[in-house]
């Protein structure tokens, strides 16, 4: 079965500094990507999705990820962190099979 | 507003005593999903519901039931709740699928614990 992994638990940066965070899946074909964002106290919301062409796709809040085939990455990237941002992310896979899968998530703290 | 609805937010109940958590959209969406979130765990989702009257078992259905009698509506229900369900729970919607390519629109949870 496929899966999801997110190998930072947790990951502080200062404001105004950049942020990757890292998302590996292990699958056969090319899935549909996604990351989601939860602010404390709320459910999900949809950042940004992959499913073909241009490898870099640009979401909301100024969030961009890349789709990497050879590494099997899609990373999450932002270029300047605001203390909004403090949340914590998730990356999750869709096969063909049409199972969604999640990762475990990684808690992101903005340093003033 | 486009949104799911879950209900209660906040529930504590003991041992053994039947609860049922409500889930509700009003985006006429076919795809309805429960998932509870545990630390480290990410999310599992416990049940799905592709259309009306068509239910089935995600990765952590045991204890748990669910029913899909109208399209808006998709009810959690835990016939003898345990300690081990505590947990944080999440419906989703989709407008088809497994959100493959709508992605899903997430309830804001409902916090369950089970003493």
């Known amino acids: 079965a496929q899966s999801v992994t997110q190998p930072d638990i947790h990951i502080t940066v200062s404001e105004g500094a950049s942020l990757e965070l890292r998302c590996n899946y292990s699958y056969g074909a090319t899935p549909y990507l996604f990351w989601y964002v939860q602010s404390p106290g709320q459910g999900l919301q949809l950042l940004l999705k992959?499913?073909?062409?241009?490898?870099l796709v640009q979401g909301i809040k100024g969030f961009e990820a890349e789709f990497k085939r050879s590494q099997s990455s899609f990373n999450l990237r932002k270029p300047s962190v605001h203390w909004s941002d403090a949340a914590e992310y998730f990356c999750a896979v869709v096969d063909n099979n049409n199972d969604m899968r999640f990762g475990a998530g990684t808690r992101l703290t903005v340093k003033p | 507003e486009a949104q799911v609805t879950q209900n209660p937010r906040y529930l504590i109940t003991v041992t053994g005593k039947k609860l049922t958590v409500t889930c509700s959209q009003n985006m006429n969406h076919e795809y309805m999903s429960w998932y509870r979130q545990d630390p480290g765990l990410g999310l599992r989702q416990i049940y799905y519901?592709?259309?009306?009257?068509?239910?089935d078992k995600g990765d952590v259905p045991e204890g748990y039931k669910v029913s899909r009698k109208e399209k808006r509506n998709f009810p959690l229900i835990l016939e003898s709740p345990s300690p081990n369900q505590t947990s944080l729970y999440f419906c989703?919607?989709?407008?088809?699928?497994?959100?493959?390519?709508?992605?899903?629109?997430f309830g804001s949870g409902t916090r369950l614990t089970v003493v």
């Open positions: 992959y499913f073909s062409g241009d490898t």
């Open positions: 519901s592709m259309n009306v009257e068509v239910t």
């Open positions: 989703a919607s989709s407008l088809s699928g497994v959100g493959g390519v709508y992605g899903y629109t």
